[in-house]
C-alpha cells in the first residue's frame, strides 16, 4: 500500500517532538504495515487469538486446576469425566477428564505450552542455521555456494515431517529408546530445526547476492572490515522482511510437524503430553463415546495453526512490494 | 537435448549416491546391527562370526560398496523386528501405499480442477468464496486431525464406512489389490479423502491463479471477438493451457503424497509402507528406515527426472533457453 494510493493516518502522532523512549512507538503507529494491520478485522482477530494463545500457554500454571505433568496430583476416581455442560459433567473439570482423571482443560493449557516452545525454538534453530547457510553461501561463492545450495536442492524433494521422522528415527537409535521427556524437547527441535532451514538459505542467498554488488558493501570492504561485520551488521539487516515472512508461515509448520511427529508416537511422550500426543491419546477413547479427550485438544491446534496462518499471509502481503 | 537429458541423469545419480550415502551410515553407525540381531546370551565367539559373516570388519569403502551393490539389487538386509528380509516386507506393503495415493491424486485433480475453475469463472459468487475458505483450512488442518474428523463422523457417528484397514483384497500375482471388492473401495473412500485433501488444495489454488492470468491474454480476447462460445472459449482455449502446469505439479507431488501416506496410514491403520516406516521408527529397526528412504527416494528422482525431460519434450520454447547456455 503506497502513499499515493492510501493516505496515512497522519493525526496519529501529530507534536514533532520526539522523546526518544516514545520515537519507536510513534514510528510503529506511523507505519505502513501497522496501518494495513489496522485495516484487516480478520487479521486483527487471528493476532489477537494468536496473542490469547501465547498468554494462556505463559499463565498455564496460574489457570489450570491442577499439573498435568505431575501424577500425584491425578485420581483415577475421577478419569473420563465428561465437559461440564453436560449431565455428568463434575466442578473442577470444564472440559471434562480423560482415563488418568488427568484435566483435559489443563493438559490442553500444558501441552499448548510445550507446542509453543518446540515451535518456536524450531523456528530459531532452522532460522539461525538457515540464515548463517545462505550468507555464507551468498558471501563467500565458489565451490562452497554450489555444495550448500545442492544439499539444499536435494533436500527439497524431500517432504520435512520425511526428514523429521528420520532425525528422530536416528536420534533415537545411538541413544538408545529411553530419552526422558525433557531431552525428547530438545530431539524435536532438532529435527524440526534441520528440516526448515532450507528455504531460509535460499532466500538469504538470493538477497545476499542481489546485495552483495552494491557500493555501501564496496565501501565497508574498502575500509577494511572483516566479512563476518559486512555480513551480519549489513547484508543480513536488508534481508529481513522476507525472513520474517518465512519464520510466521514456518511457525505454523513447525507446531504442525510437532503435531504429527508427537501423533505419530515419536514425539512427547505420554507423561509430559504435547497437543499432538494428547490428540493421539484422545484418539484411542473416540468409538468409546468420550469425544472430548481428542475433541477440544484438536480444537485447539487447529485454531492456533489458523491464526498462525492468516498472520502469516497478510505479513506475506503486506510486506511484498509488488502488491503495494 | 541430449546433452540435458543426460546432464540430469548423472545429476540424478548423484542425488541417489548422497541419499545412498545417508542410508549406509544410518544403516552402519546409528547402533551396532550385531547388538541388534543377537539374544543377551549369544557368545563373544559368536558376535565375531556374525560381525564378519555381515561383512562389518571390512575397510568402510568396501562396505559401502558391499552395501550398495546389494541395493541395487533390492536387498536391504534383515528387519530386526520381524527378522524377515526388509525386501520383502516392503513389497507385500507396496502396493498398498500406492493404490492409496493414485486415489488420493486423482481425487485431487478431479476436485481441484473443477473447484479451481470454478473459482476462476464465477468469482464473486458464494459458493467459489467457499472454496476458498475450504483451501485455507485444507492447508491448516494437520492431515490426522482432518482424518480423526472423518473416523468421528462417518465411522463413529453415521456408521457408514470402516475406520481402519483395507477390507477385503484379491491377490492378482504378488500384487494385492482392494479395489476389486466392496469392502476395499469402501476401506479406500477415507483415506483417499484425508490423503488428497491437502493436493487438492493446491490443485484449486494453482488453476485458479493460471485460469485467471490465462483468461485476461490476448488470445482468449481474440477468440472471444471470432465470437467462439463461451464454453468453447473457457474449456476449449483457457482450461487446455491451464492443465500443462497443474500436470507438471501434480507428477512431482507424487512422490510427497507417499511419504504424507505416512500419516493417514497411521490414522487409518493402513498397512502401506509409510505405518511399516513409522512402526521401524519407533521400534528403531534401521534396515527399515535405510530402505524406505531409499525407495523413496528413487521415486522422487524417477518422477523428477521423468517430468523434467517430458517438459523439455512438451515445450519447445524451455528447448531453447536450455540450449543455450550449454
Sequence with gaps: MSDAVVPHKTDAGAPAAHASASGWFTRVIESDLFYSFCRSKLTITAALVTLLFFLLAIFAPLISVQNPFDPAQLQLINSRIPPLWTADGQTPFLLGTDEQGRDVLSAILYGLRISLVVGVLGVAFSGALGILLGLIAGYVGGAVDSLIMRIADVQLTFPAILIALLVNGVVKSVFGNRLDAASMLGVLVLAIGLSFWVQYARTVRGSVLVEKSKDYIAAAQLIGLPAPVIMLRHVLPNTMSPILVIATINLALAIITEATLSFLGSGMPDTMPSLGTLIRIGNNYLFSGEWWIVAFPGFALAALILSINLLGDWLRDALNPKLR | ?326
Aim: hydrophobic share 55%; proline share 4%.
Design chain 2, 1 to 326: 537435448m541430449l546433452a540435458f537429458t543426460l546432464r540430469r541423469m548423472i545429476q540424478a545419480i548423484g542425488v541417489m549416491l548422497a541419499v545412498g550415502i545417508i542410508a549406509f551410515a544410518m544403516f552402519r553407525f546409528a547402533g551396532d546391527p550385531v547388538n541388534q540381531m543377537v539374544s543377551i546370551d549369544t557368545s563373544a565367539a559368536e558376535r565375531a562370526a556374525i560381525r564378519k559373516s555381515l561383512g562389518l570388519d571390512d575397510p568402510i569403502i568396501v562396505e559401502f560398496a558391499h552395501y550398495f551393490a546389494n541395493a541395487a539389487q533390492f536387498k536391504f538386509g534383515v528387519s530386526y523386528q520381524f527378522r524377515l528380509p526388509v525386501a520383502d516386507l516392503l513389497k507385500e506393503r507396496m502396493p498398498a501405499t500406492l493404490e492409496l495415493a493414485t486415489c488420493a491424486t486423482i481425487l485431487a485433480m478431479v476436485f481441484g480442477i473443477l473447484m479451481g475453475v470454478y473459482s476462476a469463472l464465477r468469482r464473486d459468487t458464494l459458493l467459489a468464496k467457499a472454496f476458498q475458505a475450504i483451501s485455507l483450512i485444507g492447508i491448516s488442518l494437520p492431515t490426522f486431525l482432518i482424518g480423526i474428523l472423518l473416523i468421528y463422523l462417518f465411522s463413529v457417528t453415521l456408521g457408514w464406512l470402516p475406520s481402519f484397514g483395507r477390507g477385503e483384497v484379491v491377490k492378482i500375482g504378488w500384487w494385492s489389490t482392494g479395489l476389486l471388492t466392496l469392502s476395499g473401495l469402501k476401506a479406500l473412500i477415507m483415506p483417499s479423502i484425508t490423503l488428497g485433501l491437502f493436493q487438492m488444495t493446491l490443485i484449486m489454488r494453482l488453476v485458479r491463479a493460471e485460469m485467471l492470468e490465462v483468461l485476461r491474454t490476448d488470445y482468449i480476447r481474440f477468440a472471444r471477438a471470432r465470437g467462439l462460445t463461451t464454453r468453447a472459449i473457457h474449456f476449449g482455449h483457457a482450461l487446455k493451457n491451464t492443465l500443462v502446469p497443474v500436470i507438471t505439479v501434480t507428477g512431482l507431488q507424487f512422490g510427497s503424497v507417499i511419504a504424507f501416506a505416512i500419516i493417514t496410514e497411521t490414522v487409518f491403520q493402513w498397512p502401506g509402507m509409510g505405518l511399516l516406516f513409522v512402526q521401524a521408527v519407533q521400534n528403531v529397526d534401521i534396515p527399515i528406515m535405510a530402505a524406505y528412504l531409499l525407495m523413496v527416494s528413487l521415486i522422487f528422482v524417477t518422477i523428477n527426472l521423468v517430468v523434467d525431460i517430458l517438459y523439455t519434450v512438451v515445450d519447445p520454447r524451455l528447448r531453447a533457453t536450455i540450449s543455450r547456455p550449454a
